[in-house]
């Protein structure tokens, strides 16, 4: 790509180097735009006689191109691209959905130097019509050869990007307390509510017991042979481990405890099992609150059928802070 200046008559389709502007200060045309018959007639209207312009040489892609197609070869799922000005393609919910990054392709790509793609944060949730990412290509047009270089790293890799969608989750919910089953329900209804409600969803199966393991046990049972998609435990008190009385009844019904506290605050007693694809989340204090805690960093990804395994909970350290 080269800049030169050129006759405002002779500079029909090729691209502002820099930004042209009207006597008062106001912007005419932007950088980056590609300059037609119409634009032409505006710009000698207006008394330019030459503008600056970069030209494509041989080998080079213009930049919506680029980012077009480096969008396409990195994302997935429920989403579009729409383009925005200046080189950009905007990835975009078609439905509610979790969106799944994959971080170290991320960082990847972003060193690239053709492109920059900035990202809502991994297995963040997002309602149609959100923006889930933005592809930036560099200014005007990239060199071919690095761009079919990046295409075919991310055709090897697979996308660093998807979209899942939410769908139809059925959520259950067993609440308990150690002297009065119906208490904890009284409690915790309406935060369990407001909670489920910021991800359009709502509770299926609902239960209540009595904090003791035969009783919870049966109650994980009833709610187990409805096939939720997942079970939120929600106890008056706080678990004291995966040997406790939830624990133990979540091991009654063939639950395997795949992670026992997580790098979040609130909820660090975070207890999770999997009874088959089915996830079971004990978080006793995170039901009392309906502020941002550990429940928001997992719904996401429990309501699109995603398995989060104890080594990506690990991660939630960075940026687990939540209060």
Known sequence: MRRQVVDVSSAAGKLL????????????????????????????????????????????????????????????????????????????????????????????????????????????????????????????????????????????????????????????????????????????EGIMRTRLERFGVHASFVLSAQEEEDALARSLQHLLRARPTMVLMASTTAPAGPDDVVGRAIKRVGGAVERFMAPVEPGNLLLLAYVGEIPIVAAPGCFRSARPNVLDLLLPAFLTQYRLNAAEIGGFGHGGLLQ
């Open 17 to 188: 180097s820099d930004s042209v502007f009207y006597p008062t200060g106001k912007k005419l045309l932007a950088k980056g735009h590609q300059l037609n018959d119409e634009d032409i007639q505006l710009l000698t209207r207006e008394g330019y006689l030459q503008v600056p312009v970069n030209v494509l040489e041989d080998g080079d892609v213009p930049e919506e191109e680029a980012a077009v197609q480096l969008a396409v070869q990195s994302a997935c799922g429920s989403l579009e691209i729409r383009m925005g000005a200046g080189g950009r393609a905007n990835l975009v919910a078609t439905e509610s959905c979790c969106l799944l990054v994959d971080e170290g392709r991320l960082r990847e790509l972003n060193n690239s130097g053709i492109v920059t793609a900035a990202t809502l944060p991994n297995l963040s949730f997002a309602f149609a019509e959100q923006r889930l990412a933005t592809i930036k290509s560099a200014p005007f047009g990239v060199p071919r050869q690095e761009l079919e270089l990046e295409r075919a790293r991310l055709q090897a890799s697979g996308p660093l990007l998807q979209a899942r969608p939410v769908g139809e989750p059925a959520v259950g919910v067993l609440y308990s307390d150690q002297f009065e089953a119906e208490r904890a329900r009284r409690l915790f």
